[in-house]
């Protein structure tokens, strides 16, 4: 049983490190979310680079900004959560190795 828990651990390490390489990005961030976030950008840049100060131009600009903003930090809240999942795997991997160390120490006949 040690063993085996010692293996998983390694194997889950494994997997922890290479998350970001076997989960594709699509999983936490889709082409619609991408196509959103381009189409936020492109407002925003149209809308600070507009010098035609109509009355509404203030309440365009903030509101441009403000759905920007939002779709800004859900990509950075994506990212680290892609991050975070195989640290996560890669710690999980870790406590198991502890704990098959711990248990084969415990099962091991005194002398």
Do not use: C
Not at 36 to 45: F, G, R, S
């Amino acid at each position: 049983m040690p063993a085996a828990l010692m293996v998983v651990g390694l194997g889950l390490i494994g997997l922890g490190w290479g998350w970001n390489a076997v989960v594709p990005t699509k999983a936490y961030w889709g082409p619609e979310q991408a196509e959103e976030y381009i189409a936020a950008q492109a407002d925003l840049h149209s809308k600070t680079h507009d010098h035609d100060r109509a009355g509404d131009h203030e309440r365009e600009f903030a509101a441009a900004r403000e759905r920007f903003v939002s779709i800004s930090q859900q990509l950075d809240e994506a990212r680290v959560a892609r991050d975070r999942i195989g640290t996560y795997i890669a710690g999980s991997g870790i406590l198991l190795i502890l704990v098959g160390i711990g248990l084969h120490l415990a099962n091991k006949p005194a002398s």
